[in-house]
C-alpha cells in the first residue's frame, strides 16, 4: 500500500508540475503581451467620404470614425485633414474638424484653382506617440475639370536605342488647333527626391520630344513629371519611366516558415513585375532534373502548391513566358523539426491543424493570439509526431489571429495566420421604395442591420448618395475590409470588397494569409517586450504663436483679440508674448475663419507668428508617405481623360436666398469679417466679388493676393491674378481656417 500511494504521490507531483510550469509560461505570455501592446498604438481612424471622384468647385463629404481607440475618446478632439498632389507632395489645403465622442464629420471646399490629376486625403488626429500621428487614413481620389482651355497629352515611345527613353508632348485647343509658344517644366525623379528641373517650348505644331538617359532615371522614383504653362493655365501630368531592365520579383513563402525535410510543406508564391505589379502566370516545377508539378500565379501575382522535399535534392521553378523568363531556386531544406499546417484558415468556429514532427526533446506549446492578446495556450503532446487538433474558436473576436508553436523557452517554430468567424458578417442592406425616381420625387430609403449580436439595438450609419461614374472601385475603402484586413496586413493586391467574395471563393484570401503574414507586429518583439516598453512620448498637436513688438518679444502678457464667426474673445499671452489657441475657443462653422488682431490706436509695431503644429506635421509626414499609383502601367496620359465627361456632371439644384429685413448689429462685423480691407471677397465658385452670392453665405471667403480667381466680366470664367489692394492686412492682424463645427 506505501508502494502504491507513493507512485500516487508522485504522479500527482509531475501533473502538477505540468501546470504550473503551463501557467507560469502563460503568465509570462500575457505579461509580454501586454507590454508590447502598450509599445504600439492599437487605435485605428477610418474615414468614409462620400466618393472619390470629384471636380474643383466641389465640397468633400466625409465622416470619420475613431475605432479600437486605447486613449480616452475626450482626448480627440481635432481632426487634420490635407488635400495632396500625388507628384510633387504638394499641400494643396488642409482643414480641421471636431471629434466628438469618437466621430467627425463635414466637407471640404475644391477651389478652382486645382488643377486636373491624382491627389490623396491624408488624415490624423490630433494625438501623436513618438513624434508621429497614432494612425493615418489615405485617401485617393481623382480630381477632374470642368471647363478646359486646352489639353495635353504624354507618350512614350519605342526606341531602337535602349540607352534612351524618348517622351512625347502634344498640347491642342478646344479647336483641336495646335497650342503654340507654351513653355514646358519637367522633373526626373518625382515625388519624395526630385530631380533637376528643365525647361522647354512647345514648336508650332503644339509639339515638343524629351530625351532622357536610361540610366539617369531614378530606378526607386522613375517618374516624368510635367508642366505646361500657357496664358496663365497650367496642366499638370505625370508618367512611369522605364528604367534599366531588372528581373520581375518571384518569392517563396513555405508555411510556418521552412521547407522541412521529408516533410509535407504547402508553398505560396508571388510574382510581380519590376514596377511592382502583379503578374499572372505559370511555371514549371523542378526537382533536380524532373518535372513534378505545373504551378500557377492569379491575377493578384498570388499562388500556392504542396511539396515534400527531401534534403540532397535541388528544387527549381522555371518560368518561360513573353512576360517572364528564367529558373528560380526555392529556400534551402532544414533538418526535421517541428512544424504545424493548415488547409483551411479561412474558417467559421473551428480551426483544424496539423501537427508534423512533435517527438521533440522540449516542451512544445501552441498558444493563439493577436500579439497584444492572449486566447488560448496548451501543451503538446510529444509521443506523437504526427497529430491532427480541433480548436474551438468562441473565445476569439472575428477576423485575423495567429497560432505559433513554441517551445518552453518561448523559441517560435511555426507560425501561420487564419481568419475566424468569416460567417458572422453583418449585412447592412438598403431599400428604395421606387426603382425609377422623377424630379422633385420624394424617396423612402429603409436601413436594416443584421447583426450578429441579437441585442444590438444602435448602430451608426453614414450614407452617401452619388453617381456610380463618380466612384472609382480602385480607389474605394470600406470600413469592413479596411478594420479586418489592411489594418492588420497592410497594402494588398488590388480585389474588390475580398471579403464579400468569400462565400463565393476563398482562393485570395488563402494566398494572402499564406504569404503576407503580420506587418505590424513580430515575434522577436513580442518575447523582447519588457515593463515600461510604452508609447511615453504621447502627446497632442498644437495651434500656439508669439507676439512681437518691433521683431522682438514682447516683455509682459497682453491681450489679443479673437473674433469667431461673430462673437469677440480675448486671448491671453505670457510675459514673453507666447500665447496657445485652445480649441474649444477656435471652433468655426464650416469653411469659415478665425481673426486675431491687436485692437490698439497704433497696432504698426505689433506682428503675429502662428505655428500651425498639425500642417507642419503634413509636411513632415507626408513627403515620406507611399502613395500608390493606380497608373504605374500606362504608356500614354492625356489630361483630356480629366476633363468631366457630359455624364458625369452633377445636376445642381437652383439656390434660394433668404434675406432678413432685421438688421443685427453684429451685421457689420459678419459681412466684413469674411472680406479682405479692399471689401474684395470670394462667392464659393471662385467668383471674385460674386454678385449673385453676398460676402456672408457659406464657402465664402476673403480674396487673397497673389491666388487666382474668376471674374463675371469674363464670360468664358477665365481664371485672373487677383493682386491684392493697398489696404492689404497688416502684421498685426492674423486671419485663419478655425476648427470646423459642421
Not at 505559433?404 to 458578417?425: C, G, N, S, V, W
Not at 473674433?563 to 464650416?590: C, E, H, M, Q, W
Request: net charge neutral; hydrophobic share 35%; charged share 25%.
Amino acid at each position: 500500500m506505501t508502494k502504491i500511494y507513493s507512485i500516487l504521490f508522485a504522479l500527482a507531483l509531475i501533473f502538477s508540475s505540468n501546470v504550473n510550469s503551463q501557467d507560469r509560461l502563460i503568465d509570462t505570455l500575457i505579461e509580454k503581451m501586454n507590454n508590447y501592446g502598450a509599445s504600439k498604438s492599437q487605435t485605428s481612424l477610418f474615414i468614409h467620404y462620400d466618393k472619390n471622384v470629384y471636380t474643383n468647385h466641389e465640397y468633400v463629404w466625409f465622416t470619420g470614425y475613431l475605432l479600437n481607440h486605447d486613449e480616452e475618446l475626450k482626448d480627440y478632439h481635432t481632426l487634420s485633414i490635407a488635400l495632396v498632389r500625388n507628384e510633387n507632395r504638394n499641400i494643396w489645403l488642409e482643414n480641421k474638424f471636431v471629434i466628438k465622442n469618437g466621430i467627425s464629420s463635414g466637407c471640404i471646399y475644391l477651389p478652382d484653382s486645382l488643377t486636373a490629376g491624382n491627389y490623396q486625403l491624408v488624415a490624423f488626429t490630433n494625438r501623436i506617440a513618438n513624434n508621429l500621428p497614432e494612425e493615418v487614413f489615405i485617401q485617393p481620389i481623382t480630381i477632374k475639370n470642368v471647363f478646359s482651355e486646352f489639353t495635353c497629352s504624354l507618350s512614350l515611345l519605342d526606341s531602337t536605342d535602349s540607352d534612351i527613353v524618348r517622351v512625347f508632348i502634344k498640347a491642342r485647343k478646344p479647336d483641336l488647333l495646335p497650342l503654340e509658344s507654351a513653355q514646358i517644366n519637367y522633373i526626373v525623379g518625382t515625388g519624395t527626391s526630385q530631380g533637376k528641373e528643365y525647361e522647354l517650348d512647345l514648336n508650332k505644331t503644339g509639339e515638343a520630344f524629351i530625351s532622357i538617359d536610361r540610366k539617369s532615371i531614378p530606378a526607386e522614383n522613375n517618374k516624368i513629371y510635367v508642366q505646361v504653362h500657357s496664358k496663365g493655365i497650367l496642366k499638370d501630368m505625370s508618367l512611369t519611366l522605364p528604367t534599366i531592365k531588372r528581373k520581375p520579383s518571384v518569392l517563396f513563402y513555405p508555411e510556418a516558415g521552412y521547407l522541412i525535410n521529408k516533410t509535407k510543406n504547402k508553398v505560396g508564391w508571388e510574382v510581380k513585375s519590376s514596377e511592382g505589379m502583379p503578374i499572372s502566370i505559370s511555371a514549371i516545377l523542378y526537382e533536380d532534373n524532373q518535372i513534378i508539378d505545373t504551378i500557377q500565379t492569379s491575377g493578384y501575382g498570388l499562388g500556392s502548391f504542396e511539396l515534400t522535399p527531401k534534403i540532397g535534392s535541388y528544387y527549381t521553378v522555371k518560368v518561360s513566358s513573353g512576360i517572364l523568363n528564367g529558373v528560380y531556386q526555392l529556400p534551402t531544406i532544414i533538418e526535421t523539426t517541428p512544424t504545424l499546417s493548415i488547409d483551411n484558415a479561412i474558417v467559421a468556429d473551428t480551426l483544424k491543424i496539423k501537427l508534423h514532427n512533435i517527438n521533440s526533446d522540449n516542451k512544445l506549446f501552441l498558444i493563439v493570439h493577436r500579439f497584444n492578446q492572449l486566447f488560448l495556450a496548451f501543451e503538446i503532446n510529444r509521443n506523437i509526431a504526427e497529430q491532427v487538433l480541433n480548436i474551438p474558436l468562441s473565445k476569439l473576436p472575428k477576423g485575423i489571429s495567429e497560432i505559433t508553436l513554441i517551445d518552453h523557452l518561448q523559441k517560435p517554430y511555426a507560425e501561420r495566420l487564419f481568419f475566424a468567424h468569416y460567417d458572422k458578417m453583418p449585412e447592412l442592406s438598403i431599400g428604395l421604395n421606387k426603382e425609377i425616381v422623377d424630379k422633385k420625387e420624394q424617396v423612402e430609403i429603409t436601413l436594416k442591420l443584421d447583426s450578429i449580436k441579437a441585442k444590438a439595438k444602435n448602430a451608426l450609419v453614414s450614407i452617401a448618395c452619388v453617381q456610380s461614374n463618380r466612384l472609382d472601385i480602385r480607389r474605394s475603402t470600406d470600413i469592413e475590409n479596411f478594420t479586418y484586413l489592411q489594418q492588420v496586413l497592410g497594402d494588398l493586391p488590388f480585389k474588390h470588397l475580398p471579403l464579400k467574395s468569400i462565400i463565393e471563393s476563398n482562393d485570395y484570401l488563402e494566398n494572402v494569409l499564406l504569404i503576407k503574414g503580420w506587418r505590424k507586429y513580430n515575434w522577436v518583439g513580442l518575447i523582447s517586450a519588457k515593463e515600461g516598453d510604452s508609447l511615453t512620448e504621447r502627446k497632442s498637436l498644437e495651434m500656439d504663436g508669439v507676439l512681437l513688438k518691433n521683431s522682438y518679444p514682447i516683455t509682459k502678457a497682453t491681450q489679443i483679440n479673437v473674433l469667431v464667426d461673430t462673437a469677440f474673445g480675448f486671448i491671453n499671452t505670457n510675459s514673453k508674448g507666447y500665447f496657445k489657441l485652445i480649441p474649444d475657443d477656435i471652433i468655426v462653422r464650416s469653411q469659415k475663419r478665425v481673426k486675431l488682431f491687436m485692437n490698439k490706436e497704433n497696432a504698426s509695431p505689433y506682428s503675429l507668428k502662428l505655428n500651425d503644429q498639425y500642417y507642419e506635421m503634413h509636411k513632415t509626414l507626408d513627403s515620406k508617405l507611399y502613395f500608390v499609383n493606380y497608373d504605374d502601367t500606362v504608356r500614354s496620359i492625356s489630361t483630356g481623360e480629366l476633363l468631366l465627361k457630359r455624364d458625369e456632371k452633377a445636376n445642381q439644384l437652383q439656390e434660394v436666398v433668404v434675406k432678413s429685413k432685421i438688421k443685427s448689429e453684429n451685421d457689420y462685423l459678419y459681412n466684413n469679417f469674411f472680406v479682405n480691407k479692399c471689401g474684395d471677397y470670394v462667392c464659393r465658385f471662385n467668383y471674385l466679388n460674386c454678385t449673385l452670392h453676398s460676402n456672408s453665405e457659406n464657402g465664402t471667403r476673403a480674396a487673397v493676393a497673389g491666388e487666382k480667381y474668376r471674374s463675371q466680366k469674363d464670360n468664358n470664367g477665365q481664371l485672373i491674378l487677383y493682386k491684392g489692394c493697398k489696404n492689404e492686412l497688416d502684421e498685426s492682424t492674423m486671419i485663419f481656417n478655425g476648427i470646423f463645427f459642421k
